[in-house]
């Protein structure tokens, strides 16, 4: 270096550092430009350890963490690899995989485990990673025919390891799980069945001949008849701490009952048949309702509405939740978690807040989807194919398929058996419980049996612990 080349770049870092910061940038992007390969070269390797720096290195836990909460968990697992430092940061970042488990349909609020170890959340992903994966796999899976009934089964329930079948041949057989098989444990002589409602004593049925009743399973005795609709009796349930029975028919009313007595309480008139009933009470307040009270939800073809049954039994004015058009329609079932209410039309499936009364979500529906079952994660729907129905497993939140299980049959009627792991997948069963319940559609065939999907025990085979 001459003392002239010294001399002048005196001058020049003199003259740079009077500029402002726009004009360094300007003088820095124009030598750049006139620099060759070997300038740029010696250039990288002098900024290269101020931009290749380990900032987890000198970063405190605590800022590390905070900032590995706005990472998705996909970019965070990719983060592991790159050192063993890395590795234990992201292993010890509880909010990323507490985070990482709702994305996936884990309720965390409802996952308070005494002695939480530092590693759970972690641990509690990958059993649910786990877990759908093996939804998706068709290996999952295996099917098992009762044979029982004469004539077609119009009726399935499910209740605590019982299952209660109802047929056209007037009878309800419920069956037992013992030891992962079905034993039909009583044979209840009652009337041609179109619902039924069960618990470990009673069973209560609609029926085409225009009556419902209650019956003792356990010693097959009538303990109540209910007789006053004018036409075929479609759909029925009860509840038991307001002694309440009610009912819906063809004629077009919503009929309730006072169990004890057989005292027709109310009639609530609607312009279509009545598909669905159903009884529950309310975890949520709305500007209709308070928190804690009884509601009445009442499906028709066209029509979703709810009354609130009061203390003397009388149901209030009912509120419409959903009204279709005239070339739409409702199918006659219908989901409800305390805070919304499900169910699906021609056009696609409908979720309603019942505290705001209104629709919150649809996905729309190409070709036939009928609502099996529903929850805060999943929600079971079938899609009815010429090659054979499908159970399809989606996202509520966003509508994303998880699963598809292909069924030889068509079906009927499916009947969930298990329903809490669509709120929560880590309490997705995987020892051989029952799944779905279905009764084949009898227009394809005279089949007058039953199949049950289970889920296999398939823990050891996907190298899953028990939780």
Same mark, same amino acid.
């Given at each position: ?7 002048? $770049? ?23 430009q006139l620099c ?5 070269? &010696? ?9 290749? #720096? *380990? ?13 590995? %909460? ?20 992201? #292993? ?10 709702? *994305? ?5 609020? *409802? ?35 009762? @044979?029982? @009934? ?32 079905? @034993?039909?444990? @009583? ?8 619902? $039924? ?26 303990? %109540? ?61 709305? !500007?209709?309702?308070? %928190? ?33 058009s005239d070339d739409? %329609? ?21 979720? #309603?807040?019942?505290?705001?009364? #209104? ?20 929600? !079971? ?25 292909? $069924? ?15 709120? *929560?997948? &880590?309490?997705?069963?995987m020892n051989d ?35």
């Open positions: 270096m001459t003392d002239k080349f010294n001399d002048w $770049l005196e001058i020049v870092c003199k003259e740079f550092s009077g500029l402002n910061v726009q004009e360094k940038i300007i003088c820095l992007e124009r030598l750049t060759g390969p070997s300038e740029l070269f &010696s250039l990288w390797h002098e900024f290269s350890p101020f931009v290749y #720096c *380990d900032f987890l290195q000198y970063l405190p836990l605590e800022i590390a963490y905070k900032i590995l %909460q706005y990472v998705c968990i996909e970019s965070a697992l990719q983060c592991r690899l790159v050192c063993k430092k890395w590795n234990q940061v992201v #292993c010890g970042c509880i909010p990323l995989w507490k985070s990482a488990c709702y *994305d996936l349909g884990v309720e965390i609020d *409802d996952v308070l485990p005494q002695n939480t170890p530092g590693d759970f959340w972690k641990k509690l992903y990958f059993q649910c990673k786990i877990k759908l994966k093996a939804i998706s796999l068709a290996s999952s899976y295996y099917e098992t025919k009762l @044979h029982s @009934h004469t004539l077609p089964v119009r009726a399935i329930k499910y209740h605590r390891g019982l299952l209660a079948i109802g047929s056209d041949d007037r009878t309800v057989r419920l069956w037992k799980r013992v030891d992962d098989q079905f @034993h039909c444990i @009583h044979i209840l002589e009652t009337h041609s069945c179109a619902a $039924l409602k069960f618990d470990t004593n009673i069973v209560s049925t609609a029926s085409f001949d225009t009556t419902a009743a209650i019956w003792n399973w356990q010693n097959g005795s009538l303990i %109540q008849k209910f007789d006053g609709h004018t036409g075929a009796v479609f759909c029925i349930d009860y509840y038991l701490e307001r002694d309440l029975l009610v009912t819906g028919s063809s004629d077009k009313t919503v009929k309730l009952w006072k169990i004890s007595s057989g005292t027709l309480m109310d009639t609530l008139h609607h312009k279509e048949w009545i598909l669905e009933v159903k009884l529950e009470k309310s975890s949520t307040e709305s !500007v209709k309702f308070k %928190q804690g009270d009884l509601l009445l939800f009442m499906l028709t073809r066209h029509t979703l509405s709810i009354s609130v049954i009061n203390d003397s039994l009388y149901g209030t004015l009912a509120s419409r939740v959903i009204t279709l739409d %329609q409702f199918f006659p079932v219908m989901q409800f978690n305390g805070e919304a209410v499900a169910c699906a039309a021609n056009s696609g499936l409908f979720f #309603c807040s019942i505290s705001s009364l #209104c629709c919150i979500k649809s996905i729309p529906s190409y070709g036939e989807k009928r609502l099996v079952a529903f929850g805060s994660a999943f929600t !079971v729907v079938v899609y009815k194919k010429f090659s054979g129905d499908k159970l399809h497993i989606i996202e509520t939140k966003t509508g994303v398929e998880r699963a598809a299980i292909s $069924l030889c049959n068509y079906c009927r009627i499916i009947e969930p058996c298990q329903l809490n792991w669509l709120n *929560d997948v &880590s309490v997705l069963p419980e029952p799944l779905f319940v279905i009764a084949p559609s009898t227009a394809k065939r005279l089949e007058f049996s039953i199949t049950i999907v289970q889920w296999k025990d398939i823990k050891e085979k996907l190298g899953y612990s028990s939780i």
